[in-house]
């Protein structure tokens, strides 16, 4: 077994859609909080399988996509500095900050370096020690763990020229906003990789405070529609509950060794999301103790003031309130090679999905 | 989300592993998994360059087997559908 | 000459220097009549009968990877430029632009292999030049060829992408994304190995099969950077036609599918150099493909699709359950990502 053919296999999907178009009556929203998801929903064409009545929306599942502007400016701040190093995720580069981006700081000869990995960017840091190198830390749970292990590393190391710019967010303040502000939606695909570390029960407020269901969802089709599909069962029934779909790697109690490592640099501070506004307690700040690897305390440069664009609707967007085709920059003057919004620039992006799997006026 | 691959694990020395994803040879760090006791075979999902857990083959064979039964689900009502077709003529 | 020589400033001065190298390496791999002459240009005889004339530039970071060098992509993008428009290719140049400093032994290293295809590929490298810049002004080495072909009678040009209509089907001659990861994984930059060799290769001899299997072909291209998906997207934009690709049947390696998996890279943007997309007439389809199949670099050749009258302008990619995804010209590079 491989893990992904296996959850791909032509017969099981039909048979699990018509399964899907027996059992569901009432109509339904269901909302995914992972940019894969989007991704995955859109490229395997999962809308045009189920019935008309269940709808898929996108939420706030992107990193690059719910990121304050200011981050970027951050960043690029940062990149004109004659003595840094810019080590980041490629999902970066091209996100527009106030009047730049990376993509161009890049260009006009700022030493900006793609990684995989943050154990990359310490090997950048290791060999260039009159550099500082800093490390942009985006994303959720998932990611989380790995820069806090990377942190510690370099504390173990000895690596004082190494800095981490955290962005990090946590997800159940976001679904929480999500209902509290008011859009409608029956279910929550829940995400599948950030469960993985923090496992299930960090939803439970969901079904008992807003009565409706958490399914937490693998990425393959046939992970999908299972989910959709326990959804729709629990919906029918009215019995919202959290459940796992995506059991071969999500436990119940996540994984506690990941948890640790976060635990132990990061702590909860208010953060800003793009869409939702400033949510407490959303935020992962580097502690304290490890304020040395902190290039907000590290760093006095001036950033410059942050400018949005006010045109672009991907708040609404991220809310699930309005759809990309909604907004009059949409394929105009917001393209994936001219991205105006961040959720044109991610590849999981709703934009960007929804510009990418489009449909024709001839289908 | 979080761009996260099943990756076979081909060996192990010391914290790190060399992990195959479908023949492509990638480096990455089991220090998340260790409590899982993970060895040569195994499978774990990979996220930049850490292993964030052990894949169970007894869990997917479930979600696997429960298909199965939706197939045979399947079948069962195309079967009757057909037999009501040949009823009606 | 000794080997341990690097390249300098002088090298590219027009004196002493440069026309030892000229001689003591580009002439001594090159050999040709016509370069040896050491004349303003290359005097050719041709036959009577269309050309076709093309020029690319070459640059590639690292120089070295496995299954090739820049040197051998120099030629072989060059001959299939010329190969994939129907000519026979005939005549190259070579020009070189090498940053100060560069060994010797490895611009000769690079030459070798440029000689080597040149030779395998039948085609001559007639006339050349070599520019030195300062350190940092150019990344080590890169090579601009053009290439001169000329059309047989039996085989005249393509019809070319008008002629295309619903109905056609799309071919492609292997398995596509195999260089660009291969280069990617020598980059060393991620950590990363696929042990895959690059596909770059002279691609002629695999089209005059082709042609002499079938006339009717009406349109190859070379599916270099952008990958299978652009050359794709290209075809049909602005057509008065659409393209329709079936997902599984497109050949990928395992490898390239692991590491585009693990990178989030989607293969069908993943560059080759020596794949070449056909679009030709449905009746021919078995022996074209039979014919590709039949050539050591087409054994993993396959139909993946065909020319519709839905959807004009796109190009749609049919998944086998069922669903269908938009095939879109890459927007800027794939880059290693998170989400």
């Not at chain 3, 030195?132 to 393509?158: M, Q, R, S, W, Y």
């Not at chain 3, 054994?299 to 669903?323: M, N, R």
Request: aromatic share 8%; with cysteine.
């Amino acid at each position: 077994m491989q893990y992904i053919d296996e959850f791909r296999d032509r017969e099981k999907i039909i048979s699990l859609v018509n399964r899907i178009r027996f059992e569901s009556r009432k109509p339904m929203r269901i909302m995914e909080v992972c940019g894969g998801h989007t991704m995955a929903i859109h490229r395997f064409g999962i809308p045009s399988l189920l019935p008309g009545h269940i709808q898929l929306i996108s939420g706030p599942g992107c990193p690059v996509c719910v990121t304050d502007r200011r981050f970027i400016d951050h960043a690029i701040a940062f990149s004109r500095q004659p003595d840094v190093i810019i080590t980041t995720y490629g999902d970066l580069i091209k996100v527009p900050g106030s009047s730049s981006s990376l993509e161009r700081e890049k260009a006009a000869r700022a030493d900006i370096r793609i990684v995989y990995s943050i154990l990359d960017a310490l090997t950048i840091a290791k060999k260039n020690r009159r550099k500082k190198i800093v490390f942009l830390g985006i994303g959720f749970e998932t990611t989380a763990p790995g820069t806090a292990a990377g942190i510690i590393k370099a504390q173990m190391a000895g690596l004082f020229n190494f800095y981490v710019l955290s962005a990090h967010k946590v997800m159940p303040p976001a679904m929480s906003a999500i209902i509290q502000q008011g859009v409608p939606i029956n279910g929550y695909l829940g995400p599948g990789h950030v469960s993985t570390i923090t496992g299930s029960a960090m939803y439970e407020f969901i079904p008992d405070k807003y009565n409706m269901g958490v399914v937490i969802s693998g990425f393959e089709p046939l992970d999908i529609l299972q989910s959709i599909y326990m959804l729709v069962r629990q919906h029918e029934a009215n019995q919202p509950k959290v459940e796992i779909q995506y059991s071969r790697v999500v436990r119940p109690e996540g994984n506690s060794q990941a948890l640790e490592l976060m635990n132990e640099v990061f702590e909860l501070r208010d953060d800003w999301w793009r869409g939702l506004g400033v949510l407490p307690q959303s935020g992962l700040a580097i502690q304290q103790k490890y304020a040395d690897f902190d290039a907000e305390k590290q760093f006095n440069i001036e950033i410059e003031p942050t400018r949005e664009d006010k045109a672009c609707i991907c708040g609404d967007v991220l809310k699930g309130i309005a759809s990309p085709a909604d907004c009059r920059l949409f394929g105009k003057a917001c393209t994936p090679t001219d991205p105006v919004g961040a959720c044109m620039v991610s590849n999981e992006g709703a934009c960007a999905a929804f510009f990418r799997y489009r449909k024709t006026a001839a289908e | 989300m979080c761009l996260s691959v099943p990756a076979k694990i081909l060996s192990i020395e010391g914290e790190m592993a060399q992990c195959s994803v479908g023949g492509a040879i990638v480096e990455a760090s089991l220090q998340m998994v260790t409590a899982e006791g993970i060895e040569p075979g195994d499978y774990v999902l990979l996220h930049t360059g850490f292993a964030l857990q052990k894949i169970s083959e007894e869990e997917a064979h479930v979600s696997l087997n429960l298909f199965n039964e939706f197939e045979d689900f399947n079948k069962r009502l195309d079967e009757e559908e057909k037999a009501d077709r040949q009823y009606f003529g | 000459m000794t080997k341990e020589q690097k390249i300098m400033l002088g090298h590219g001065s027009g004196g002493k220097l440069s026309h030892e190298l000229i001689s003591s390496l580009f002439l001594r791999h090159f050999q040709h009549p016509a370069l040896t002459a050491m004349t303003d240009s290359a005097v050719l005889n041709l036959p009577e009968a269309q050309l076709a004339f093309t020029t690319d530039s070459y640059v590639v970071d690292p120089l070295f990877f496995p299954g090739g060098n820049i040197g051998r992509i120099a030629v072989a993008g060059t001959v299939n430029d010329l190969a994939v428009s129907g000519a026979k290719p005939m005549f190259i140049s070579a020009a070189f632009i090498i940053e100060e400093g560069f060994p010797i032994a490895t611009l000769e290293q690079i030459v070798t292999e440029m000689a080597n295809e040149a030779r395998h590929a039948g085609v001559s490298i007639v006339t050349g030049d070599t520019k030195v810049v300062g350190t940092g002004k150019c990344d080590k080495v890169f090579i601009n060829t053009a290439g001169l072909g000329f059309f047989h009678v039996e085989f005249p040009p393509f019809p070319g992408q008008e002629s295309v209509k619903p109905g056609d089907v799309i071919l492609i001659s292997g398995t596509i994304g195999d260089h660009g990861m291969a280069v990617l994984s020598a980059r060393n930059e991620l950590p990363v190995q696929s042990g895959l060799e690059s596909d770059c290769a002279c691609l002629n001899e695999l089209i005059l099969e082709v042609r002499k299997a079938s006339s009717r072909i009406k349109f190859m291209r070379d599916a270099t950077r952008g990958g299978l998906g652009t050359i794709l997207a290209e075809l049909c934009e602005k057509s008065k036609f659409g393209i329709e690709i079936q997902h599984e049947t497109i050949p990928v390696r395992e490898s390239v599918r692991g590491m585009c998996e693990l990178l989030g890279f989607d293969p069908l943007y993943v560059a080759n150099e020596g794949k070449v997309v056909i679009v030709a007439e449905s009746s021919d389809a078995q022996r074209i493909l039979l014919a590709l199949q039949n050539h050591p670099l087409g054994k993993d050749a396959a139909i993946i699709g065909k020319v519709v009258e839905q959807h004009p302008g796109f190009c749609w990619l049919k998944t086998e359950y069922g669903s269908s995804r938009i095939v879109d010209m890459l927007a800027g590079e794939q880059l290693p990502r998170i989400c």
